[in-house]
């Protein structure tokens, strides 16, 4: 029988995720965003696990989720845990979080950031990611980095599903989605 590659992904990813954190503290540059008010829950799920779709309301107005707009999508938190070791500057402020995001073909989320910093792994499909008026193509097996702080697009164009891997440092308060919407859009 043939193990899912999910599991190893998800060890790799959270290899290079404390690299990272392990950086940004000896940089001293550690991402500083405000949790947003807890007071407006995406899901019915604890804010551990579960899913946060865009849903289509009856009228014309485009779905949105957390102020982006979003159709096609839906991301389920697989895992999310608070820093600790031997990071101890870190033990407590920050938390690593790994979300799977589907893409239904023409799936595309509008203008929008991330409270945190993270690294994206296309398990399926192709993304079409816009930042900056620059696109880029992103195919099964490719990984990519979002500061979080950078104003992009994503779309699924193909005809199939895309499966994407995001894995984020979050602050370790934050409640529910990390995106958020463009300056200006909201």
Same mark, same amino acid.
């Given at each position: ?11 790799? $990813?959270?290899? %290079?995720? *404390? ?7 000896? /940089?001293?540059? !550690? =991402? ?6 807890? $007071?407006?829950? %995406?899901? *019915? ?7 946060? /779709?865009?849903? !289509? =309301? ?9 102020? %982006? ?118």
């Amino acid at each position: 029988m043939t193990q899912s590659p999910m599991p190893h992904m998800l060890q790799v $990813a959270a290899r %290079v995720l *404390a690299a990272s954190l392990l950086l940004a503290s000896l /940089a001293n540059c !550690a =991402p500083q965003v405000r949790a947003q008010p807890a $007071a407006k829950p %995406v899901t *019915a799920s604890p804010p551990a696990a579960g899913p946060i /779709a865009a849903v !289509a =309301p009856r009228d014309t107005t485009p779905p949105m989720v957390n102020g %982006v707009e979003m159709s096609g999508v839906n991301s389920t938190i697989e895992l999310e845990r608070p820093v600790s070791g031997h990071l101890v500057s870190l033990n407590g402020h920050y938390k690593l979080r790994g979300t799977m995001t589907i893409f239904e073909p023409g799936g595309h989320m509008g203008a929008h950031h991330h409270a945190g910093p993270g690294m994206r792994y296309v398990l399926a499909g192709e993304l079409t990611y816009v930042e900056g008026g620059r696109t880029r193509l992103f195919r099964r097996g490719d990984w990519f980095y979002e500061a979080g702080d950078t104003v992009h697009t994503v779309a699924n164009r193909s005809a199939d599903r895309d499966t994407i891997l995001n894995f984020e440092i979050l602050p370790a308060d934050w409640f529910g989605p990390s995106t958020m919407p463009a300056p200006g859009t909201r």
